[in-house]
């Protein structure tokens, strides 16, 4: 639809004119909008920025002339736009942030003890990579036993090993994980 097509059709019928044009580039506006404010909007943040995307196209279409372009670019245009300015009030409005060096900043309490979850987490990963260095079908025999929590059973149909000799490489491969994570002085 050009400029001309526009006022035309504005004369003739304004309010069914806005609806067809509302209908045809809602999703076109509602994208653009969307891109720019998903990192920082509500949903009503996105609507009512899309909602105002229209009553400024509407109110610039009797002062503007498009000069030979179409209403898609141009709405294109006052999304980008109305988006653009929306997305800079949201992230204004966000809060300001405080430095940790500041000396100022209250320190946060917490029950949580640092340290411990550090030691835990390194050990962790110094267990997944012992019982990785056992080999298959140990190694897949161990983690689907206690991180999956799986039965004999279902391990043997996975790995194709009947459920008793599960149980025989478990009890070996757990055998020889203990001895492993001893050698490098980490003990269960």
């Known amino acids: 639809m050009t400029d001309t097509e526009l006022r035309k059709r504005m004369k ?37 920025c899309v909602s105002d995307v229209f009553a400024d196209f509407f109110r610039s279409t009797d002062r503007l002339s498009f000069t030979g372009e179409d209403v898609k670019s141009f709405i294109g245009m006052v999304a980008k736009r109305r988006a653009i300015d929306a997305y800079r009030k949201l992230i204004r409005n966000i809060g300001t942030t405080v430095s940790i060096d500041d000396e100022d ?51 043997g149909k996975a790995i194709s090993m009947t459920a008793a000799a599960v149980q025989k490489r478990s009890v070996r491969a757990r055998s020889k994980l203990r001895s492993m994570l001893t050698e490098v002085g980490v003990s269960l």
């Not at 069914?16 to 209908?23: K, L, P």
């Not at 411990?116 to 987490?121: G, I, L, T, V």
């Not at 990963?125 to 279902?154: M, W």
């Open 12 to 48: 003739d019928s304004p309010a069914q004119t806005r609806r067809d044009i509302f209908d045809e580039y809602c999703n076109y506006v509602y994208a653009i909008v969307i891109n720019k404010l998903r990192t920082c909007g509500s949903r009503e943040d996105i609507e009512e």
């Open 105 to 155: 900043t209250p320190e946060i309490c917490s029950d949580e003890n640092i340290e411990h979850h550090a030691e835990q987490s390194e050990r962790n990963a110094l267990l997944l990579k012992k019982v990785r260095e056992l080999g298959e079908p140990d190694s897949t025999i161990i983690i689907l036993q206690y991180y999956y929590n799986r039965s004999s059973s279902e391990i």
